[in-house]
């Protein structure tokens, strides 16, 4: 079992920055995932990395604004978000698993494990 904790979570105006950090105890995964849910809206994929960062994924809707970077010494994950929109408002989530395919990247059941979330609101 793993443990997934999120934070950095907070309240940011338009056009601002934030920075979420995700770690795991214990273990290395292959993919990592940001995933975030609105209230009223299904929960869905923001970005994600493979083997080690080389391989980088985003939703279009962050594509340009957000950045998914990892530090493997201290397995901890980060999620940079800057140009941030008031539609960026939701709960974000950490997920990460091992021998996810790329087609399935995007999915949320495809990852093993989840973090509590961390809220992030945007004011206009």
């Known amino acids: 079992q793993a443990q997934v904790v999120e934070s950095g979570g907070g309240l940011v105006q338009a056009g601002g920055s934030l920075s979420l950090s995700c770690a795991t105890s214990?273990?290395?995964?292959?993919?990592v995932g940001w995933f975030r849910q609105a209230p009223g809206k299904e929960r869905e994929f923001v970005a994600a990395?493979?083997?080690?960062?080389?391989?980088?994924y985003y939703a279009d809707s962050v594509k340009g604004r957000f950045t998914i970077s990892r530090d493997n010494a201290r397995n901890t994950m980060f999620l940079k978000m800057d140009t941030m929109e008031p539609e960026d408002t939701a709960v974000y989530y950490c997920?990460?698993?091992?021998?996810?395919?790329?087609?399935?990247?995007?999915?949320?059941?495809?990852?093993?494990?989840w973090g509590q979330g961390t809220q992030v609101t945007v004011s206009a």
């Open positions: 990395f493979r083997r080690n960062g080389n391989y980088k």
């Open positions: 997920a990460v698993g091992n021998r996810i395919i790329l087609s399935q990247i995007r999915s949320r059941d495809a990852y093993d494990y």
């Open positions: 214990g273990r290395t995964f292959s993919t």
